[in-house]
């Protein structure tokens, strides 16, 4: 993997592993993200994209541990000084 030195930001990467049941519990929202999805123009349209041909509680639950990977982006001031975004 390359290196952010001198780039004006960090990553750090986070990995773990939880029960099925506490992802579900904690962030697991069909209805929520499923709506959101519904607004998207590739919705229905990609392998990738709900609605899937098959029932995606079920299948998830199937299993023991939910494997979780996260990366974070972090920037240092300047760079954040020289960003303009519509959001600012």
């Known amino acids: 993997m390359g290196s ?7 990553f750090a990467h986070v ?3 939880i ?5 579900a519990a904690g962030y697991r929202n069909v209805e929520k993200f499923l709506g959101l999805c519904q ?5 229905g349209k ?4 709900p609605p899937c041909e098959f029932d995606v509680k079920a299948f998830v ?3 023991k541990y939910a494997h979780i990977l996260g990366s ?3 920037f240092d001031e300047a760079t954040l000084a020289e960003t ?5």
């Open 19 to 23: 029960p099925v049941g506490d992802y």
């Open 46 to 49: 990609s392998w990738t994209c």
């Open 39 to 43: 607004q998207c123009p590739k919705f």
């Open 4 to 10: 952010a030195e001198g780039k004006g930001f960090e």
């Open 72 to 74: 974070k982006m972090t």
């Open 15 to 17: 990995t773990t592993m």
């Open 84 to 88: 303009t975004t519509p959001e600012a």
């Open 61 to 63: 639950d199937k299993f």
